[in-house]
């Protein structure tokens, strides 16, 4: 059964209690939070004054997708806010090893990022050292945006990584998830949905949690 990680990036930001209640009432297994800074992508999203709230009022786990440059500067301020998983971008580090060691020293899971032209094979000499893969299915920055087909055969390479390894890394796949598409993307390997549109732009965001979860 897959984890099913709800995207804070498409709730409604004057009722964030409201859609808080929602997600701890639901089946959701994470809260996934999006951090942009405006250089490591296009676009600028959230930081701690919405982070340490929603991490206090949730019940889930709190699963930090940083989408910014020199992440290692603020891995302690996002502990201090209440991350249980920090996930950085493959893109964005240059010493990738010590930004995951430093996230497990603070307690926390060390998740990577891979944009849609990277490769999953970079990751093959350090897959030991991370808890999750998050690969993007989506250009990183925006949410509502169409899943790219491509994703699917990256994650039944990972996979095969992971199993020859003997490895429990979770492999997230994030952007364009739908009803639709879900049952390929799991087919292929994935273990944790990212659903942001299709979950809180929906008539019923709780019953399309279950939905997601029945899959
Ligand atoms: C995009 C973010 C996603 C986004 C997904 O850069 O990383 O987490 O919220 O939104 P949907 O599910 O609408 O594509
Ligand atoms: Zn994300």
Known sequence: ?????????????????????????????????????????????????????????????????????????????????????????????AHLHRNLQQIRSLGMKAGVALNPHTPVYLLSDILQDIDLVCIMSVNPGFGGQKFIPQTLSKIAELKKMITDKN???????????????APSILAAGADVLVAGNTVFKSADPTATIAALKKL
């Open 1 to 93: 059964m897959a984890l099913i990680a709800p995207s804070l990036l498409s709730a409604d930001f004057l009722n964030l209690q409201k859609d808080c209640d929602m997600l701890n009432a639901s089946e959701a297994d994470w809260f996934h939070l999006d951090v942009m800074d405006g250089r490591f992508v296009p676009n600028i999203s959230f930081g701690f004054p919405v982070i340490e709230p929603v991490c206090k009022a949730t019940t889930k786990t709190c699963d930090v997708h940083l989408m910014i440059l020199e992440p290692g500067n603020y891995a302690e301020a996002f502990q201090k806010a209440g991350a249980d998983i920090l996930t950085v971008h493959y893109e964005a580090c």
């Open 167 to 181: 490895l429990a890394t979770l492999i997230e796949i994030d952007g364009g998830v739908t009803l639709e598409n």
